[in-house]
């Protein structure tokens, strides 16, 4: 790794739709801009996209993707495509390290998304996006009439199961044990959802796409898709490391106010590290606040050196 530190005003963490939004807006507003993430890591990146506004049927999220980073080189942002190794509070600013270069920056946005958590059984792996599917609210459309499971414990994959009733023809949901509230356990027994209690998914089956899925007993179920429900952990190391406040409720994303500010000042969150929903139309929405922001913070700084 290299010793030489670079200064830049804004340092974007994450090259998703709210990194890249963000960047768009910051180097807009003349700051200088640089965004250390890898795009095809991007949730959108393997997304079918089509409630997402302006977006004409189904469009590809890696098309979108492709057009994002166009836009904001264009503008004049810095892509370096590699991950953030080490953050911290430094004099006049925060130094970020990440695989072979290190900047001391005016300000920084946290854009890295959250890391869906994977159930690790076979098949799973190579039928992402072809049946299994991580997001209920993104893909519920793709399976009008269609028979499908969601398996999770806790109140994401109740939730879930309880929406894709609105879709679906068939819903089961596969749990262990459920960790949900009394409201929500009443909410899904008025449901039509089919509860499978005390079992798990133990493969995922199918050539092209998902057809089914083996249980723990070795029994098998047919299915059209099957939903991954199992929480979200976002990949807030990072964040922590400068000491962001987390959100009270689930400590599971970074808090902000409506500026996309947290409680660090220069430290901005947005997109899905930001919480749910987990949706490319408030990762951008958020995006664009936190660059925006970000770049009259740091103006406000040079300001203030000046005087
Ligand atoms: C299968 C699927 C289908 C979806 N369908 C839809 C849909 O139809 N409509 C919709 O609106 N939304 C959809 N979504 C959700 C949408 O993709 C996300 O809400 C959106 O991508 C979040 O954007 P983000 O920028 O916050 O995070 P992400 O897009 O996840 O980007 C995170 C970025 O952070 C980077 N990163 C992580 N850790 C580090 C690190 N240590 N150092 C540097 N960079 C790091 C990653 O490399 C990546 O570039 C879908 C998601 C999935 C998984």
């Not at 076979?122 to 992402?128: I, T």
Request: hydrophobic fraction near 45%; aromatic fraction near 6%; charge should be negative.
């Amino acid at each position: 790794m290299t010793d030489t530190v670079e200064a830049v005003d804004v340092l974007i963490m994450g090259a998703g739709p709210a990194g890249l939004q963000a960047a768009v807006h910051a180097v807009r507003k003349k700051a200088s801009v640089v965004v250390i993430g890898r795009p095809e890591r991007s949730a959108l990146y393997r997304a079918h996209v089509e409630n997402y506004l302006c977006v004409n049927g189904i469009t590809e999220g890696h098309v979108l993707m492709e057009v994002a980073i166009a836009q904001a080189t264009r503008f004049g942002a810095r892509l370096i495509e590699e991950d953030i190794l080490h953050v911290e509070s430094g004099d006049g600013g925060f130094l970020v390290r990440s695989e072979g270069k290190s900047f001391l920056a005016a300000a920084v946005i946290i854009a890295i998304g959250t890391a869906k958590k994977k159930l690790r059984v076979p098949g799973e792996k190579e039928l992402a996006g072809k049946g299994v599917s991580y997001c209920v609210d993104c893909d519920c459309n793709f399976y009008r009439n269609a028979k499908v499971a969601v398996v999770g414990n806790e109140s994401a994959a109740v939730d879930g199961a309880i929406t894709l009733t609105n879709y679906a023809a068939e819903v089961t949901l596969i749990c262990k044990e459920l960790e949900v509230s009394a409201d929500m356990r009443q909410r899904l027994s008025a449901s039509s959802v089919t509860v499978m209690h005390d079992t798990w998914v133990k493969e995922i089956v199918g050539e092209t796409a998902v057809t089914g899925v083996v249980l723990e007993d070795d029994t098998s179920l047919a299915l059209d898709g099957i939903f991954v429900e199992l929480g979200s952990k976002g990949p807030l190391q990072l964040a922590t490391a400068i000491g962001v406040d987390l959100d009270m409720e689930t400590f599971s994303y970074i808090a902000t106010n409506k500026k996309m500010e947290t409680n660090i000042p220069g430290v901005y969150a947005a997109g899905d590290i930001a919480g749910q929903p987990f949706q490319m139309a408030k990762a951008v929405g958020e995006g664009c606040v936190a660059g925006w922001e970000a770049a009259n913070y740091v103006k406000k700084l040079k300001r203030q050196g000046e005087q």
